[in-house]
Nanobody, 127 residues
């Protein structure tokens, strides 16, 4: 089991920045892929960004490429999502996720069983 705690959400104007944090209860980096998802009101939880096991590669949904950056601090067991040039359509609850299986790619959808999840943090971008 892994417990994940997100922080860093809030209200920001369009064009602004936020940095989300996800603190893990134990070390997972190096063995488990990790990532961020988001869920807007009335919509499904969607993939945003992924960090491969070992941290060697990243991947992003097209709508955030060039604006969001996923990273990890191994010493702190903490993953981050730096979000720049935020847009109103980025408004959602953001969840960090850790793939339960080791040494595999992050599952890019919420299939109800592949991930450990944090509790979510609200990001609201005003126009």
């Amino acid at each position: 089991q892994v417990q994940l705690v997100e922080s860093g959400g809030g209200l920001v104007q369009a064009g602004g920045s936020l940095r989300l944090s996800c603190a893990a209860s134990r070390r997972t980096f190096g063995r488990n892929a990790m990532g961020w998802f988001r869920q807007a009101p009335g919509k499904e939880r969607d993939f945003v960004a992924a960090l491969s096991w070992g941290g060697g590669s990243t991947d992003y949904v097209d709508s955030v490429k060039g604006r969001f950056t996923i990273s990890v601090d191994n010493d702190k067991n903490t993953m981050y999502l730096q979000m720049n040039n935020l847009k109103p359509e980025d408004t959602a609850v953001y969840y960090c996720a850790v793939e339960k299986s080791t040494f595999v790619r992050l599952t890019r959808r919420d299939d109800g069983g592949s991930h450990y999840w944090g509790q979510g943090t609200q990001v609201t971008v005003s126009s």
